[in-house]
């Protein structure tokens, strides 16, 4: 029974690759792509969005949407959400693992990996862009359905808590142009969106949701 013990006490979890990170990286890639593709099928139906309602003022089921699809889309949408929640922590733990089992000898490597988990850290998205309304200070600068933001402003992934956060900048940065960092079909962009009165509502004349956390 004791050598029993011994051997479990003294199992070694299995290594963690470059290759097991790049993986993980994909499948990432992959899941964000699902839900971009979610999104733009809700932006034509009437650009109902994750939150618009799917019955009319007298509480019929409106006509104008394909309700199966939409109610579909925005399930499929929650699930991979919480998928890339999850992929993103297997990333981090890979990232790690990979450092632990590192070498002293192996300082170039270590650098290299320090720098992808830095870049995992610190450019997550927090935010996803779920609707813009077109004519909008959001559509002008060129912020479109789809684009994970992951600065916004002051707010980063670092420091991000909640929507709020978000909205607390555009109150306090009226006519003055805002730096926005986001992730759109794999690619960095970078744009320069300043909240002012338009026809609409609101500074922005956009939605958005949390991605993850």
């Known amino acids: ?66 309700l199966y699809q ?44 320090e720098t992808t988990e830095q870049t995992v850290s610190l450019q997550s998205p927090f935010a996803l862009v779920d609707a813009v309304t077109q004519g909008s200070p959001a559509f002008q600068a060129g912020l479109r359905v789809g684009d994970e933001i992951m600065e916004f402003g002051s707010v980063n992934t670092q420091n991000f808590r909640n929507l709020r956060d978000i909205a607390s900048v555009v109150q306090h940065s009226e006519g003055k142009s805002l730096r926005v960092g986001m992730f759109r079909n794999g690619q960095e962009v970078h744009l320069n969106l300043t909240p002012q009165h338009w026809s609409g509502r609101g500074l922005l004349g956009c939605n958005l949701v949390p991605l993850h956390r």
């Open 1 to 66: 029974m004791k050598m029993t013990e011994v051997t479990l006490n003294n199992a070694v979890e299995p290594s963690v690759t470059e290759e097991d990170v790049r993986l993980l990286m994909k499948r990432k890639d992959d899941i964000e792509e699902q839900i971009k593709a979610y999104y733009d099928m809700l932006q034509t139906q009437e650009g109902v969005g994750t939150d618009g309602p799917l019955v009319d003022v007298e509480g019929f089921p409106r006509a104008d949407v394909d």
């Open 70 to 113: 939409v109610r579909s889309a925005r399930h499929s949408i929650s699930c991979l959400q919480n998928d890339h929640k999850a992929v993103m922590v297997e990333i981090e733990e890979a990232l790690h693992k990979l450092h632990a089992t590192a070498r002293v000898g192996q300082a170039k490597d270590e650098t290299k990996m």
